[in-house]
């Protein structure tokens, strides 16, 4: 079960990662909460996976990583 708390932690990591980037530019002090989320999760997901569940990690490594994309990237930035 941790492993899907990992997962979740992770995606709102990269979400708030590329929201922060798309807004105003990254600042020190979500800097740091993204990475001691982003720890946090990975930690959680690669516990998972050494007990042979790997889908969480998986799952959460790319969501992280696609949704940082898709809102750096996405249309009408101000």
């Known amino acids: 079960m941790e492993g899907w708390l990992g997962a979740v932690i992770l995606v709102l990591s990269g979400l ?4 922060q980037v798309s807004a105003q530019g990254v600042t020190l ?4 909460l993204s990475i001691a989320a982003s720890g ?3 930690g959680l997901c690669i516990q998972a996976a050494a007990r042979g569940h790997d889908l969480p990690l998986a799952l959460g490594a790319s969501g992280a990583l696609g949704l940082a994309t ?9």
Not at 16 to 19: S, V
Not at 29 to 32: G, T
Not at 70 to 78: E, I, P, T, V, W
């Open 70 to 78: 898709l809102m750096a990237l996405k249309a009408g930035r101000d």
């Open 29 to 32: 002090p979500p800097l740091l």
């Open 16 to 19: 708030g990662w590329g929201r």
């Open 40 to 42: 946090l999760g990975l």
